[in-house]
């Protein structure tokens, strides 16, 4: 066995509360399987109180990636990221040796993950959610947020149940316009009537590009810059909506991307008329 070393299967067999878990494992590392892949994924996200599976399975999943076809490569990863935004919130509970074996590996496999991004091109949906895994394996909050919340890009139009800064539960209408309140028109303000549209990345475009043009984007909306993908991680909300945006625009995707954009427009609540921007309270 290449990957499933003694230790690996101990600490399956420790936590998982499903046999079939080891079965699917085993299955994956012997011949890869989409069908055994979304199995495995649903097993681990189902396995109630023992999220720590995903610190155990997730390593597996990333090695994995070496191996297999350049489409299968972008299952593993999305599903990845499902179970790692699925294990948010829980690091308080991980033993130091699970906790360490995954950031050295979400660390190590990230990179990877941006690099297929850019040599490849994808229909919306699997483009959507492609970048959406990177931004959680950047920043696990903001990034589990976005792939299991309902910003898709490929809904007409969207609705988001959203709170003002007074705490008044309203709900934001999304689309190819810009955003709003029910019975409002879309907003206008600071970035829905200047949304840039970029050309389709190049071949051989690398990181550094990419991150070139986030940046001349982060500026132009008045947001901080970025000397690194890392610092994501320590990102709020809108730089992670801009940088979002901006890499399904640079897929090609720009029409549906603007509406990340639209999440730094100022609105105004109907309830208390105060104005306020979607993106600062988003997550809260």
Known sequence: M????????????????????????TRLEDEFDVNDLLALSDAV???????????????FMLRLSEDVSEENKLHLFVESAMIYAYSYEIEDKIPDNLMC???????KYRNKILEYYLANSFELTDEYYLVAAIMTFYNQKWGASILYGNLFPYE??????????????????VNDDGICCLGEQPATNRSASNVME????ADKSNIQELLDVIN????????HTLKQFEEIS?????????????MLMYAGYNEQAKRYCYMLNSIECPVCHQKFIPAEQWGR
């Open 2 to 25: 290449k990957y499933l070393d003694k230790k690996l299967i101990e600490t399956l067999d420790s936590y998982s509360f499903d046999e079939d878990i080891v079965k699917w494992v």
């Open 45 to 59: 996200c189902q396995a109630g109180a023992c999220k720590e599976l995903a610190f155990a399975v997730l390593p």
């Open 101 to 107: 074996c995954l950031k050295d590996t979400v660390s």
């Open 198 to 201: 970029l050309s389709p990345k």
């Open 234 to 246: 320590e990102s709020e909300a809108g730089v992670v909506f801009i940088v979002m945006g901006t």
């Open 216 to 223: 001349k984007v982060l500026a132009d909306k008045g947001l």
């Open 156 to 173: 007409s139009e969207i609705e988001l149940d959203c709170c003002c800064p007074n705490l008044h539960d309203i709900v934001l209408y």
